[in-house]
């Protein structure tokens, strides 16, 4: 199974800050990598996906990159509706194993 | 406008079973892979399974396998969840989705189902 780590674990920033969100993978997925917001009593939404694309409807304050084991999210501006978990997915495994981060949560500060 | 509720969590005791269910409308549901995902309190989110277009494939996290059955109606445009020997560490919220490129774009609002005696 490929572990999938996300750092930190919690991220106090104001609104306005720029903020960067780490994934590390076990082993390499190449770009087989995604991003997803996860607000309170809510669905996940997806952000990203191929390490880099934004998904659709997905604001440009939201950019992503990497590939192999190191993958960062960041969000150039944070808005008050950004504040929510943020979890990594790989889904390089064939047949489908597909693992999530623990996730990284963005608290106000 | 794509759709996806679920339906048939609960409170139920260790070891017994339930089966969930996730009504789709808004897409062809034959043309998708469909998935079950779950998020577990304290814990961040799980894959647990993925199902073929036509049923005919089906893949689950190591965790459940064995107690869990994925299985789909696409006349009925319905996906499934069989839960069995349920453990408390099976509680959570359950989402089913639509797989796009082994992402997913499309996601129930979830139900819960709390594994306790």
């Known amino acids: 199974e490929i572990v999938m780590t996300q750092s930190p674990a919690t991220l106090s920033v104001s609104p306005g800050e720029r903020v960067t969100l780490s994934c590390r993978a076990s082993e390499s997925v190449s770009s087989r990598l995604a991003w997803y917001q996860q607000k309170p009593g809510q669905a996940p939404r997806l952000l990203i996906y191929g390490a880099s694309s934004r998904a659709t409807g997905i604001p440009g304050r939201f950019s992503a990159s990497g590939s192999g084991t190191e993958f960062t999210l960041t969000i150039s501006s944070l808005q008050s509706d950004d504040f929510a978990i943020y979890y990594c997915q790989q889904y390089k495994n064939w047949p489908p194993m597909y693992t999530f981060g623990q996730g990284t949560r963005l608290e106000i500060k | 406008e794509v759709q996806l509720v679920e339906s048939g969590g609960g409170l139920i005791h260790p070891g017994e079973s339930l089966r969930l269910s996730c009504a789709a409308s808004g897409f062809s549901f034959s043309s998708y892979w469909m998935a079950w995902l779950r998020r577990a309190p304290g814990k961040g989110l799980e894959w647990v399974a993925s199902?073929?277009?036509?049923?005919?494939?089906?893949f689950y996290m190591d965790s459940v396998k064995g107690r869990f059955t994925i299985s789909r109606d696409n006349a009925r445009n319905s996906l499934f969840l069989q839960i069995n020997s349920l453990r408390a560490e099976d509680t959570g919220v359950y989402f089913c989705a639509r797989e796009d490129h082994s992402t997913y774009v499309f996601w129930g609002q979830g139900t819960l189902v709390t594994v306790s005696s």
């Open positions: 199902i073929k277009q036509d049923g005919g494939e089906t």
